[in-house]
């Protein structure tokens, strides 16, 4: 994990997983990249008056305004509905933050939409690097400006 860590330091990327969990009505995922950035791609999208040295120092980052920045970012449609991502936590990793979201899905999946616009206002060579399984499925996806979105049937 370290060189991943290490990686997405150096780079403009992040790295996302998006799982269903099994026996449930929900997909889980992680979002991981450099805290700062996630500071000044929320202030760039939510609020460009806001002073984010202020929330550099603050612990915990607001929760209720890091969900509004998450659903703002991260799109998922399932079977054509959207769904809204809920923020279960938020941890520090060194220079980098960890969000885990859960959408709550009200039927199968029959198709999937996936939009990742992380840090694309920020950076015209940002990769969002993203994991997706559901069930047996399992594919890794590059989200780019030229690229921001991509969908999926599971039949």
């Known amino acids: 994990m370290l060189p991943i860590i290490m990686f997405l330091q150096q780079e403009h990327m992040t790295m996302t997983t998006i799982e269903n969990v099994p026996g ?22 939510l609020n460009d008056d806001i002073d984010i040295d202020i929330f550099r120092s603050r612990k915990p980052f ?5 969900n509004n920045y998450i659903n703002s970012k991260i799109s998922i449609d399932v079977n054509g509905k959207p769904l809204l991502g809920k923020l279960l936590k938020m941890e520090k990793s060194g220079e980098n933050i960890n969000l885990f979201v859960l959408f709550r899905l009200k039927k199968e999946i029959r198709t999937l939409k996936v939009s990742n616009t992380i840090l694309m206002g920020l950076h015209s060579n940002i990769e969002n ?10 594919k890794e996806i590059k989200f780019t400006q030229q690229h921001p979105e991509e969908t999926f049937s599971f039949k």
């Open 129 to 138: 690097l993203t994991i997706l399984r559901i069930n047996d499925f399992e």
């Open 24 to 45: 449930t009505d929900s997909l889980k995922v992680l979002i991981n990249y450099n805290f700062y950035e996630f500071l000044k791609d929320y202030q760039q999208t």
């Open 62 to 66: 607001p929760s209720d305004l890091a």
